[in-house]
C-alpha cells in the first residue's frame, strides 16, 4: 500500500484536478484529496481536517492561486503550497514563489511533480522538528527563569524574616518593660510590611506590569535601609554610619525596589565585616545623578570572586545560607531605573560597591520648599 496523502486541490477545472492526483498516484502515494476553487470552500476544507499539501491552479475564473496561498498563510498552517498552472510566465512564478509559494510546476510537466512533493513533505517535517525543539527550549528556559525567580522571592522574604526572628527573640529577654516591648512590636510591624510590599511587587511582576515609579527621597531610603539592618548590624558588632547631604534629590523609583537594593548591599558589607568594623554609606548627588557609595573594610574579594559576584547563585556563603541572589537583584534592579553599579574590592581591605541613579524629572527635591 502507498504512503498517504491529503491534498487539497485548488483548482476550477476537474480534468485537470484529475491529471495531479493521477501523477501522485503513480508516484506511489494513495491520496485522499478534496478540490475547491472558491475562498470560502477552501477555508471550510482547510478547517475541516488535516492536509499534507495545497496544490493550487494560478489563474481561475472566481479564485486565483495567490488568494489561495494568502488563505493558508492566514491560516497559521506550515502547509506546502505547490502552485500547478496552465501557463505561467518567469515574472508571475517569480512572484508566487515571493508570496511564499514552495513550487511552481506545469500542467504538461508533471513529471516533477512528485519529487517537489516529496521534497516538501520533508522539509515541512524538519520545520515542524524545528519548532518542537524550539517550543521546548523556551518551556525549559520559562522553567528555569521561574526558577531563579521563585529563588528570588525566598531571597528577598528571608531578610526581613530573619529581622522579625531576631526582634522577637530580643523581646522574650527584655522582661516586659512596655517601652521596650513597644519598640519592638513597631520594628515587627515594620518588617512585616516590607514582606507585604515585597509580596505586592511581586504580584504585580506576575501580572506582568512594569513596577511602578515615582519620585522618591533617597534620603529617606537609606535611613529606612539602614534602620532595617541595624539589628543584624549589631549582632555582629558592625556599626552602620549612614552620610547624606542636606539637599539630597529624588530619584524616579519604586521605594520597595530600592530599598531592598540598599538592604542587600549594607547585609553584604556587614557579613564581609569583622567585629569592632564600620561600615560608611555615603550620598553624594552629581552634576545629573546620585551616587551611593557602600563601603567596607571587611574580607574583600579576589579578582575571580569580583568577576563573578554578580552572577545570580554565586555566593561563598552557602554554608551560612546565602543564596547569592543579592547582588544579581541588585543589579537588576538598579539597571532597570536607569542606573549603574561598581565594585571595587581587594581581599582583606575591603569592598565599595558604588550605586549611580539618574535624577527624577520633577527635580521637586532642590531645596525644602
Ligand atoms: N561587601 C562584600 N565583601 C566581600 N564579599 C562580598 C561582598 N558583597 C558580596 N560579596 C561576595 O559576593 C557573593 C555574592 O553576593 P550576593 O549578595 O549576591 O549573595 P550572598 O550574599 O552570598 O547570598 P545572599 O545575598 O542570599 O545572602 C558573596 O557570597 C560574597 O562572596
Ligand atoms: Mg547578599
Excluded at 522539509?123 to 528570588?152: I, M, N, W, Y
Amino acid at each position: 500500500m502507498g504512503r498517504s496523502l491529503g491534498v487539497l486541490v485548488v483548482e476550477d477545472s476537474e480534468d485537470d484536478a484529475l491529471l495531479v492526483l493521477r501523477e501522485l498516484q503513480r508516484g506511489g502515494y494513495k491520496v485522499d484529496s478534496e478540490r475547491v476553487d472558491t475562498a470560502a470552500a477552501m477555508q471550510a476544507a482547510l478547517a475541516r481536517r488535516r492536509w499534507d499539501i495545497v496544490i493550487a491552479d494560478y489563474a481561475m475564473p472566481t479564485f486565483s492561486g495567490l488568494a489561495a496561498l494568502q488563505i493558508v498563510k492566514d491560516s497559521g498552517l506550515d502547509l506546502p503550497f505547490l502552485i500547478v498552472s496552465g501557463a505561467i510566465g518567469e515574472d508571475t512564478a517569480v512572484e508566487a514563489m515571493r508570496s511564499g509559494a514552495h513550487d511552481y510546476l506545469m500542467k504538461g510537466r508533471l513529471a516533477r511533480l512528485v519529487p517537489a512533493v516529496e521534497r516538501e513533505l520533508r522539509e515541512a517535517q524538519v520545520r515542524r522538528e524545528r519548532k518542537q525543539a524550539e517550543e521546548s527550549l523556551r518551556h525549559a528556559e520559562r522553567l528555569a527563569a521561574l526558577g531563579t525567580f521563585a529563588a528570588g522571592i525566598a531571597h528577598e522574604i528571608n531578610n526581613p524574616l530573619a529581622a522579625i526572628q531576631m526582634t522577637a527573640r530580643h523581646g522574650l529577654k527584655v522582661n516586659g518593660n512596655p517601652q521596650e516591648v513597644e519598640t519592638i512590636l513597631r520594628e515587627i510591624v515594620e518588617d512585616t510590611e516590607r514582606c507585604g510590599r515585597i509580596v505586592a511587587s511581586v504580584l504585580q511582576f506576575a501580572r506582568k506590569q512594569p513596577s511602578t515609579k515615582a519620585p522618591v527621597p533617597l534620603a529617606e531610603v537609606l535611613q529606612a535601609a539602614c534602620a532595617r539592618t541595624q539589628t543584624y548590624a549589631r549582632e555582629g558588632q558592625v556599626r552602620v554610619e549612614l552620610h547624606v547631604p542636606d539637599l539630597l534629590p529624588t530619584v524616579e523609583a519604586n521605594a520597595t525596589e530600592l530599598e531592598q537594593v540598599f538592604i542587600n548591599l549594607i547585609t553584604n558589607a556587614v557579613q564581609a565585616s569583622r567585629a569592632g568594623q564600620t561600615v560608611v554609606v555615603r550620598a553624594e548627588r552629581l552634576a545629573d545623578r546620585v551616587r551611593v557609595r557602600v563601603e567596607d573594610h571587611g574580607q574583600g574579594m579576589s579578582a575571580e570572586m569580583r568577576a563573578h559576584a554578580l552572577d545570580p547563585f554565586f555566593t561563598t556563603r552557602a554554608s551560612e545560607g546565602g543564596t547569592g541572589l543579592g547582588l544579581s537583584m541588585v543589579h537588576g534592579i538598579v539597571t532597570g531605573h536607569g542606573g549603574k553599579i561598581d565594585i571595587e574590592s581587594q581581599l582583606d581591605r575591603g569592598t565599595t560597591v558604588t550605586v549611580e541613579l539618574p535624577y527624577s524629572e520633577a527635580r521637586n527635591q532642590r531645596g525644602p520648599s
